[in-house]
């Protein structure tokens, strides 16, 4: 088990609806990144969140924003869903920007119908 | 955009065999990553490799990171059933912040028994 815990786990919403999933890192980790994996495929990376600040991006549209707080919890918004949007978000974190070893909770199943 | 690619994609074999995957990519990485995912769940982290040459062991399993740090390998002795999954392998490069992540699309391995 990592520490890293996710909410919920599964979740279905209607094309068009928001979304927001949330993350709780391992103790000690400042770093929260999000990576979404569509069915068959391996994660992509959507941002990095640094001491509350987003501290890097991946070719994601700007509906998919992102929060972190101070106890370096996170989420993860999405707006205007698609349908293409239906996948496992995963949360990982690290114990600090510029450390590549990430540790990932179970994941949100997501399904937009 | 630095791809990387995992061959073989799909792998069934029967208990007792050995296996041996691959990650390459035309670009030198920092460091990466292997990871195991098992269906619904979040990938786990297996081992880091950072240095050109590099032989890590866990158990029946030996990782090779390529002396040019382009490539790595993993090779599975005596595959058991409980060695059935989705193995990913992720790298971070010197030019992306910290512990952004690039996977390749994995390989899912079934070991029957």
């Known amino acids: 088990e990592t520490g890293v815990t996710q909410s919920p786990t599964h979740l279905i919403k209607t094309r068009g609806q928001q979304v927001t999933l949330r993350c709780s890192s391992q103790?000690?980790?400042?770093?929260v990144s999000w990576y979404q994996q569509a069915l068959g495929q391996g994660p992509q990376f959507i941002f990095q969140y640094y001491r509350e600040e987003e501290n890097g991006r991946g070719n994601f549209p700007p509906r998919f924003s992102g929060l972190q707080f101070p106890n370096y919890s996170s989420e993860l918004n999405v707006n205007a869903l698609e349908l293409d949007d239906s996948a496992l978000y995963l949360c990982a974190s690290s114990e600090r920007t510029g450390i590549t070893e990430a540790f990932f909770g179970q994941g949100t199943r997501l399904t937009v119908v | 955009t630095q791809l990387l690619e995992q061959s073989p994609q799909f792998l069934s074999i029967q208990e007792g065999e050995n296996l041996t995957v691959y990650c390459n990519s035309s670009s030198v990485f920092s460091s990466l990553q292997w990871y195991r995912q098992e269906p619904g769940e979040g990938p786990v982290l297996l081992v880091t490799?950072?240095?050109?040459?590099e032989v890590k062991k866990l158990k029946r399993l030996t990782f090779q990171f390529g002396d040019a740090r382009k490539d790595s390998s993993l090779h599975i002795t005596a595959a058991q059933p409980g060695d059935t999954g989705l193995y990913l392998c992720a790298g971070s490069w010197v030019k992306t912040s910290g512990s952004r992540l690039t996977f390749g699309e994995g390989t899912q391995l079934t070991v029957n028994p």
């Open positions: 490799v950072v240095t050109g040459g």
């Open positions: 103790s000690g980790h400042n770093t």
